[in-house]
């Protein structure tokens, strides 16, 4: 019975660990897993991610609603947008794109 309850607390603990916040930071440069540079900055009420190599917008609106940070994600070689959960976790932002049916994960690194 200890086991369960010990089990049930460190579970717990664990979710508090990784609850996003209204106060995450976004900002700086970021390297994508195809090798390009976004650059995130405070925009408004939320951040916006530009890439550096193709000028063009890869992120926009990146807000705090009902806890958790949402984004549009633009794909930039045919605009094509879908809606995503953005999660940071240290120097890593872990990004769940879903449009219909079709979903992606990507993980972009933070550059020092």
């Given at each position: 019975m200890e086991k369960v309850v010990l089990h049930f607390i460190l579970c717990s603990f664990s979710c508090m660990v990784f609850a996003q916040q209204n106060s995450d930071?976004?900002?700086?440069?970021?390297?994508?897993?195809?090798?390009?540079?976004?650059e995130i900055v405070r925009k408004n009420?939320?951040?916006?991610?530009i890439s550096l190599e193709r000028q063009k917008v890869v992120m926009e609106n990146l807000q705090f609603k009902e806890n958790k940070w949402t984004a549009l994600m633009i794909r930039p070689?045919?605009?094509?947008s879908?809606?995503?959960t953005v999660t940071i976790h240290g120097d890593v932002i872990h990004?769940?794109?879903?449009?219909?049916?079709?979903?992606k994960k990507l993980k972009w690194v933070r550059l020092q």
């Open positions: 930071n976004f900002e700086g440069k970021w390297r994508t897993e195809d090798g390009f540079t976004v009420n939320g951040f916006e991610g070689k045919d605009s094509l879908a809606g995503a990004i769940h794109m879903r449009k219909g049916f079709l979903s």
